[in-house]
C-alpha cells in the first residue's frame, strides 16, 4: 500500500501549520519552499485541504493559509482523506463481498488502520518537535 506524493506534502503542510505558534497565514511560495515543491502544485493540494474544513486561506498582502479549527483535533485521517478521498484501499474481485473471507480480512485491517490514523492527531508530533 502506498499514498500519493500529495499525502505526503499535505502531511508536512499540516504539521507545519499545526506548529506554528501563531495562526497568522502562511504564504504558499513559504510553504512550497519549506517541502522544496512546486507553488502550483501545493496549491491544489491546499484547495483540497480547504475544501474538507482543514485550513482556509485568506487573501491580500497578508494573505496565505491557515488553520481553520483547534489544532488539537487534526488528525491524520482527516488529513489523508482530503486528499486520497475515503474509498477502501481493497477492492475484492468477487461478487459477495460480505460472503469473501479476504475481502473481511482486508477490511477488518484496513478498518484497524484508520482507526489508528484517526486516533493520532498531529499535535502530539508537532508538540515534539524543537522549538526555535
Not at 7 to 19: K, P, R
Not at 23 to 46: E, F, H, M, R, W
Amino acid at each position: 500500500m502506498k499514498y500519493s506524493k500529495a499525502t505526503n506534502y499535505a502531511l508536512h503542510t499540516m504539521m507545519y501549520l499545526v506548529a506554528s505558534e501563531t495562526n497568522k497565514p502562511v504564504g504558499v511560495q513559504q510553504l512550497a519552499d519549506k517541502q522544496d515543491v512546486s507553488p502550483t502544485y501545493l496549491s491544489k493540494i491546499l484547495t483540497k485541504l480547504v475544501k474538507a474544513g482543514l485550513i482556509e486561506s485568506a487573501s491580500g498582502a497578508g494573505g496565505g493559509y491557515r488553520l481553520k479549527g483547534r489544532r488539537e483535533d487534526v488528525s491524520f485521517l482527516e488529513i489523508i482523506h482530503a486528499v486520497e478521498g475515503t474509498a477502501s484501499l481493497f477492492d475484492c474481485c468477487g461478487n459477495t463481498h460480505s460472503q469473501c473471507a479476504i475481502h473481511r480480512v482486508m477490511l477488518a485491517s484496513e478498518e484497524a488502520m484508520e482507526q489508528k490514523l484517526r486516533d493520532t492527531k498531529m499535535i502530539e508530533l508537532a508538540d515534539a518537535l524543537p522549538r526555535k
